[in-house]
């Protein structure tokens, strides 16, 4: 157990640039972490979810303090919300568009004859 823990800070130290040392808490909150069941993969998982939230500041950097990090509660809810899926809905189909009804050339030709009136009126009440 203790090269896994060994190995998971060093993997944590490389992801996150950071060099801190293992002392006997930092060990034990690792010891904690693995013995709950989660891996080095969820660590990862956790850490680069983090980090993206960082970016877009959405989250503080001291998310990524390992006192914070391994807090088992915290952990899991931050592992299980990087994996959420969320997906935008799915757009409502239009209503169906009914066909447009055949056209009749004499109604067609009156509705420009109505159309041309209202315009001229328009124009010679305005004097354009």
Not at 1 to 6: D, L, N
Not at 65 to 78: A, I, V
Not at 115 to 121: D, Q
Request: net charge positive; glycine share 4%; with cysteine.
């Amino acid at each position: 157990m203790i090269e896994r823990i060994q190995q998971a800070h060093a993997f944590y130290c490389r992801l996150t640039g950071q060099r801190v040392s293992l002392r006997f808490d930092r060990e034990r909150l690792f010891y904690e972490l693995f013995h709950a069941g989660f891996t080095q993969a969820d660590l990862e998982r956790v850490i680069r979810y983090l980090q993206r939230e960082i970016r877009e500041g959405r989250r503080n950097v001291g998310a990524l303090k390992l006192s914070n990090l391994l807090q088992l509660d915290r952990f899991e809810e931050d592992l299980n919300i990087s994996r959420v899926q969320l997906y935008a809905p799915k757009p409502s189909s239009p209503a169906p568009v009914s066909p447009p009804a055949p056209t009749n050339p004499q109604e067609d030709q009156a509705a420009r004859q109505r159309a041309l009136e209202i315009l001229r009126k328009f124009r010679a009440e305005h004097g354009s």
